[in-house]
């Protein structure tokens, strides 16, 4: 898979994020380097390799537990804009 200037350009807009074409050419090598890496991680025979071997730890979660919120009034207390009891964000996708 080749990352080009044209694919960060494109990620950038989604993430509005405004590039120099300088910025976009470095970001695009910088990107086809990551992956280089990948790619010679995946040629190599790993066979044996623990992949947990950084930690010797366990991970606990918590159960999730649906809890109803009491306090909708103050919640939208802090908020720019609400509109009919829920809270109004920007448009964040252009739909054309």
Do not use: W
């Not at 970001?27 to 790619?39: K, S």
């Not at 947990?52 to 802090?78: H, I, M, T, V």
Request: proline share 1%.
């Amino acid at each position: 898979m080749g990352i080009d200037k044209d694919t960060v350009r494109e990620a950038a807009k989604l993430a509005k994020l405004n590039l120099t074409e300088t910025e976009a050419v470095k970001l695009a090598y910088d990107f086809e380097t990551i992956l280089g890496y990948f790619e010679n991680i995946k040629n190599e025979d790993l066979t044996g390799c623990e992949s947990d071997f950084l930690c010797d730890c366990s991970l606990e979660l918590r159960d999730d537990e649906a809890k109803a919120f009491q306090d909708n009034n103050g919640l939208l207390k802090g908020t720019r804009q609400a509109e009919d009891g829920h809270i109004a964000i920007p448009r964040m996708l252009n739909m054309e």
